[in-house]
């Protein structure tokens, strides 16, 4: 009998498969090392190969799919309802080979190396900025022990760099000066670092229609409209602008039952980097309108009802829904005003 569907729990070195005939009989049931996986898969008739969504398994989806089969990636939260009793990689392997097949299972797109390749730029910057943080947190801890405090904000952190690079002496110990030169120097080249790679996000943002398409909404600038269009680059996977803002996490969680309906806060599921970046342009756009409330009526009268905080969740998914729309349908985000003239 010829396999129908394997299921392929991947891992770093040790692979396991278990697959399956049309008739739903165990037909293999073993172990492969890394070396061995395509020339298994090479010798076997075009099949459906479901495998966990991770970091590794968009690579192994292509691969694969260059020899003919079906690649379907699945949740790994979503695979766990299958796994019976105690877990190991056998049982994992026959839990996706099942879930695989279930016609209510929800699938993940895979990626391409081009579309992973723009999201790791974005990934690279994220670290960085974390890392200026911390160097940035580090020499005003440091400094502060020596009685020398700045002002919040960039003019402070230029502060103090003057001052700890300054030749004037400013009264620091020598072995202090020692140290603080050095992470001076670290957060110097971080920011060059960070520099570079947004200066790459620009120019592929600048070369790509819908990119720019999606920084006409209010609240998208460069970094949130090239992280949309990396993250979706086929927005017909989502049925609608809901599914795809309850996809990035921005709809409440809910645990109704007996008929009544309980909402919580926010589900944060999907992309918690892409939901970072709508939520801090909805609170740009809050900014703006508390500033110009006769231009933003609808933010406003939320606001006299709700938190801050609650009502850029609110529009954060509003945003979501705008950029789906733009995706989908095409064209430029216009004004309320003049989309009812």
């Known amino acids: 009998m010829q396999i129908a569907t394997i299921g392929l729990d991947i891992a770093k070195n040790v692979f396991q498969v278990h697959g399956i005939d049309a008739a739903e009989n165990v037909m293999v049931r ?27 398994s968009h690579y ?24 019976k009793r105690n877990k190991n990689d056998a049982a994992d392997a026959e839990a996706i080979c099942e879930a695989v097949r279930r016609p209510i299972m929800r699938f993940v797109q895979v990626k391409s190396a081009e579309q992973q390749a723009q999201l790791m730029q974005h990934r690279a910057r994220d ?6 943080t911390q160097l940035i947190n580090a020499l005003r801890a440091h400094l502060a022990e020596l009685g020398v405090a700045a002002a919040q904000g960039r003019a402070g952190v230029k502060e103090l760099l003057t001052l700890i690079t300054g030749e004037e002496d400013q009264g620091l110990p020598v072995d202090a000066r020692a140290s603080l030169m050095v992470l001076a120097a ?23 229609k819908e990119s720019k398409r999606l920084q006409t909404i209010p609240g998208v600038g460069v970094i949130g409209a090239s992280t949309i269009t990396a993250v979706v680059p086929d ?23 007996g008929g009544k309906r309980k909402l919580g806060p926010i589900s944060k599921q999907g992309d918690r980097y892409l ?16 500033q110009n409330p006769e231009k933003y009526p609808w933010i406003t009268r939320l606001l006299a009802r709700r938190p801050f905080k609650v009502v850029a969740i609110a529009l954060a998914n509003k945003i979501a829904r705008v950029a789906w729309a733009l995706l989908a349908r095409g064209g430029t985000y216009r004004a309320p005003q003049i989309a009812t003239a």
């Open 60 to 83: 192994w989806a292509r691969e694969l799919t260059k020899l003919g089969h079906q690649v379907r990636l699945m949740p790994a939260k979503d695979v766990k309802a299958y796994v």
């Open 30 to 56: 073993k172990q492969l090392r890394r070396s061995q996986v395509m020339a298994f898969f090479k010798a076997l008739a075009p099949c459906l190969v479901g495998m966990e969504a991770c970091a590794t």
């Open 275 to 290: 939901r970072r970046i709508l939520v801090v342009g909805a609170h740009s756009v809050l900014r703006l309108a508390k």
């Open 127 to 132: 670290l960085l900025i974390r890392q200026r």
């Open 186 to 208: 670290q957060l110097q080249a971080v920011q060059t670092m960070i520099g570079s790679l947004e200066k790459r996000i620009v120019k592929q943002h600048r070369a790509n």
């Open 235 to 257: 927005p017909t996977v989502f049925r609608s602008g809901r599914d795809f803002a309850a996809w990035i996490g921005l709809v409440p969680r809910e645990d109704s039952t």
